[in-house]
């Protein structure tokens, strides 16, 4: 399945493919164009649209809260996992501005930037990325398990 986004990736952009080879579709073929061209490609191409303004899935906001890409994927591919939902909260305060952000976001997007600027292109932030949500998402996964857990895999 063909997926297309904004071009110049950096969190949101990135965390998206991620989540979308490793839980919705590990064949998935990414497309990166300019802002305006997001929804034209997707019918050219017959891929899905995100992050994108007219996308299903893109920013939303839900009781007052902003939501990110990651979540709208996270509910319409029903991936109730924990640590996708921890990993969410880190990807929503490094994407948006939300009063109750976890620390973890602010080096999230630090990182963000400078790996799109070292990169040529989206295909190869995306390949130099991945690791760093692979790395945040087993975190994650040991973040639910419980402090402790969290404590004896950094001892």
């Given at each position: 399945m063909k997926w297309v986004t904004r071009e110049k990736a950096k969190v949101d952009r990135?965390?998206?493919?991620?989540?979308?080879?490793?839980?919705?579709?590990?064949?998935?073929?990414?497309?990166f164009v300019a802002?305006?061209?997001?929804?034209?490609?997707?019918?050219?191409?017959?891929?899905?649209?995100?992050?994108?303004?007219?996308?299903e899935l893109t920013h939303y906001k839900q009781g007052g809260a902003d939501y990110v890409s990651f979540d709208a994927i996270l509910r319409k591919y029903d991936l109730g996992d924990h640590a996708l939902l921890e990993l969410?909260?880190?990807?929503?305060?490094?994407d948006t501005t939300i009063p109750d952000a976890p620390p973890e976001s602010?080096?999230?997007?630090?990182?963000?930037?400078?790996?799109?600027?070292?990169?040529?292109d989206?295909?190869?932030?995306?390949?130099?990325?991945?690791?760093?949500?692979?790395?945040?998402y087993k975190y994650c996964q040991l973040?639910?398990?419980?402090?402790?857990?969290?404590?004896?895999?950094?001892?």
């Open positions: 990135i965390a998206c493919p991620w989540l979308i080879k490793k839980f919705v579709d590990q064949k998935a073929e990414f497309l802002a305006d061209k997001v929804l034209q490609t997707a019918k050219k191409e017959n891929a899905t649209p995100f992050d994108a303004p007219g996308a969410a909260k880190i990807v929503r305060g490094a602010a080096g999230l997007e630090a990182a963000a930037l400078g790996f799109r600027a070292m990169s040529r989206d295909f190869e932030n995306m390949r130099l990325q991945f690791p760093t949500y692979d790395a945040l973040k639910v398990q419980g402090a402790a857990k969290l404590e004896h895999a950094s001892a």
